[in-house]
């Protein structure tokens, strides 16, 4: 081996359809504090190593990245913090999916509830029988409703503002297909509404970004009730359902009447794939859950050789 050449396990997978990449072994000790000062400490010395194993030419602008770590509170099964072409998550809920399935098939958890400590705080997550997990997301709430901001080329366009794990920008009322053929409008649409908010100085609470804009329309398959399209931090698109979107989503729409706790809501992506959602109220805070399907794809060795000109990613 090279000198300075690292060596990183990593465990592929796809929840609905959008890329998880875990590390399992082979990162950089981030010692012992909880999860939130990890990513803290990963984006401070090791931001490098994010775009090595997410950025061209080992990875793609669509995967979203984890580092498996300690948990620092012992009740939970493991601590995640993720990653994606330009920075890093608050939560992931299909990466949250896609670690559980992992972790079985690593053979470090059977089916049942198991806590997971993750950089806004400790969710649970329910591994069925089949490949099926059910994650129980941070309290999610809507922030602001009926925001209205003026998109170049498109006119006013009104939305809602909700925490779900992430900051979205929730759009029903537009002109736009919904559709996998019309990906390249929706992308280019949904991207100047986040550079208006941005220009505006429009925020989630404490001036927090909003990073995640998300468009609805009628659904394709017959058992959804709603179809979505999901631009992410790095002008990718989710091609789940996104588990936070779906969070952020049912919390507007039961601060609207139109969810009631227990109700399932059943979100389609912009692939069709389907995650099954609802909420539950417990004093006064709104507790979404997601249930999605995920699978191992790959289980690999990524090669670091420093003496590769894009070792590192190819990055601007
Ligand atoms: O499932 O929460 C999610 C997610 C966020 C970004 C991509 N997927």
Redesign the pocket.
Known sequence: MKTGTQRLRVIDSH?AG?PTRIIVSGGPDLGKGSVASKLALFRDKFDSLRSAVVNEPRGSDAI?GALLCEPQDPACVAGIV?F?NVGY?A???????GLMVTLAYLKKLSPGRHQIETPVGKVTAHLHDDARVTVQ?VVSYRHASKVKVEVPGHGPVTGDIAW???WFFLVNDHRMDISFANIDRLTEFTWAIRQQLQKHKITGRDGQEID?IELFGPPQAPEADSKNF?L??GKSY?R????????AKMACLYADGKLHAGQVWRQESIVGSI?EGAVAENAGELHPS?TGSAFVNGDSELILDPQDPFCFGIRP
């Open positions: 929840t959008e979203v993720f994606n998550l939560m992931c809920g299909h990466g949250t999916i997301n779900g794990g992430n995640h999901v992410c931090p989710d789940s359902p996104c588990g936070t979107g779906t969070s995650f997601i």
